[in-house]
């Protein structure tokens, strides 16, 4: 089972629709959770980090329930713009940096 | 400022052949990452260093995998006896500190082994 999972889509939205994409992960003892955001053929670029209570930058809202090791993210109100691959990343625990992430899943909002 | 910067930006090699794959990292960024990415994959983490030690290389896939950063800036990924298995995307990424985890990545190199 892989240590970061996610659907792969692609989620084919028009635009101002919302949209919801899951993760999952398999370590209990992972301790950070990110979005980051992966336009075609260009690197990863860190969107938004996912905290226990949940939290919003602009029209993105991302939450997290440790319980389930489920993690979300929604957009609203998605705009052309929006459109590229989300991945899914957890902090493995132990006081290293190191990133795990999920395959992706990739958004296209349409006109 | 300038970004993490990867030479060379492709690299097509024989089978066999070695390899070194360069990243310059952000200035001042004292963590150094190095990731493999395959097509429609997120990146798989393979390497990485606080200044010119390296902390983790559980991710390499074999000994024709290393890695360095001598001066704790500039680093490279060798790859020896190349195979055609080893063709993919290789990011580097760097961070502030060695506890930020926002990491920063580079364009990468794509490698093609024939």
């Known amino acids: 089972r892989k240590e970061v999972e996610q659907d792969p889509g692609p989620f084919n939205v028009p635009e101002g629709a919302t949209v919801a994409f899951n993760c999952t992960y398999s370590n209990s003892a992972s301790q950070s959770f990110f979005w980051y955001r992966q336009d075609c053929r260009k690197e990863p670029k860190l969107l938004m980090s996912v905290y226990s209570s949940g939290n919003e930058d602009g029209r993105f809202t991302a939450q997290l329930n440790r319980a389930s090791q489920y993690i979300s993210l929604l957009i609203r109100d998605s705009k052309l713009s929006d459109s590229a691959t989300y991945l899914c990343?957890?902090?493995?625990?132990?006081?290293?940096?190191?990133?795990?992430f999920g395959a992706g899943t990739r958004l296209a909002v349409h006109p | 400022g300038a970004g993490v910067s990867q030479s060379p930006r492709y690299k097509v090699t024989k089978r066999g052949q070695d390899v070194a794959l360069r990243c310059d990292p952000i200035s001042g960024h004292v963590s150094l990452y190095w990731y493999r990415q395959a097509l429609g994959q997120g990146p798989e983490f393979l390497t990485y260093f606080n200044y010119e030690a390296q902390q983790d290389k559980s991710g390499l896939p074999n000994d024709r995998f290393s890695a360095e950063r001598p001066e704790g800036s500039i680093s490279t990924l060798t790859i020896q006896r190349t195979e055609q298995r080893d063709s993919a995307m290789y990011r580097c990424a760097s961070s502030r500190t060695t506890t930020s985890y926002e990491q920063y990545f580079g364009p990468g190199t794509r490698l093609t082994v024939t």
């Open positions: 990343v957890v902090l493995v625990s132990g006081g290293y940096n190191k990133l795990i």
